[in-house]
């Protein structure tokens, strides 16, 4: 029970928000780090998408969408053909640096104007980056459940470092 | 790109993010409502938890920690005992009623200001709701796994009306 608040009428700031969701990527960073390398792109239950193609997916979505709201360019990227593991994180530490790079260029207005993503998607900034994050953890769930499957013991849930 | 911010400091306001979580607490409710009553608290994967007692761990950390952030008394159910599914909907239901009765007595400052939530667990307030809404969408995801291994198609992940 302490800090008084330094901008009274702000749920989280932008750094905070920042934080949150990278400590959520380095999460499935270790996800993806804890599939062999022969299931990350095969493995799968009830007619659903390797965990590889998820992750590939959660990529599209990610460095991307900040980069639309900073930029006003909405680039998806489409590319879900298998990779290597180490392919894969390497795109991912890559997005990360991407998204630590953009961010310091989103103001407050970009979270609250609104915006039609990859020329599709209405909704304000905030809603386009809690959808990116949210469709993470979703997907994340997911792949929990393949590794335990596989007799694998996923990484901790609530450990973000 | 128009409705400039009329706060501008602030990433979500408090009634976006009960909207935003409200929203997946209506998506969550059609999973448990997708799933057959003989499965609810039967069916699992991997050697993890049926989905029921997920819905209940969600339940135990819903509306406790709106509670404990406005009243300072935090109280965690403890039970996962099996239910009928209409008894889990009706608990869903008065969980829903409970945190939209709650939430106006949420201060800018509650969100920034530090709890041991449950006594164990320090963080702001917002951290701790996220912390909510990020495990329900984590178990979330699971239980549309374990449904499309039932042969069910899932509620549709972006419908959160």
Redesign the interface.
């Known amino acids: 029970?302490?800090?008084?608040?330094t901008?009274?009428?702000?749920?989280?700031?932008?750094e905070?928000?920042l934080e949150?969701w990278q400590g959520?990527r380095r999460l499935t960073r270790r996800v993806i780090e804890a599939f062999p390398e022969d299931q990350l792109f095969t493995f799968s239950?009830?007619?659903?998408r390797p965990f590889g193609v998820m992750a590939l997916e959660v990529l599209s979505t990610g460095a991307p969408t900040v980069r639309g709201l900073v930029t006003g360019e909405w680039i998806s990227l489409t590319d879900r053909d298998p990779l290597p593991k180490a392919e894969l994180l390497r795109r991912w530490d890559e997005a990360t640096a991407e998204i630590d790079a953009l961010w310091p260029q989103l103001t407050?207005?970009h979270?609250?104007?609104?915006?039609i993503a990859y020329g599709m998607y209405p909704g304000?900034g905030?809603n386009h980056l809690?959808?990116v994050i949210?469709?993470e953890?979703?997907?994340?769930?997911?792949g929990?459940?393949?590794?335990?499957?596989?007799?694998i013991e996923p990484p901790v849930?609530?450990d973000r470092s």
Chains 1, 2 share one sequence.
């Open positions: 029970m302490s800090a008084a608040p901008q009274p009428a702000t749920v989280v700031t932008p905070t928000l949150h959520h239950l009830g007619g659903m407050p207005a979270f609250q104007q609104e915006y304000t905030f809690a959808y949210d469709n953890i979703h997907h994340r769930g997911q929990y459940v393949y590794l335990r499957a596989l007799g849930f609530y």
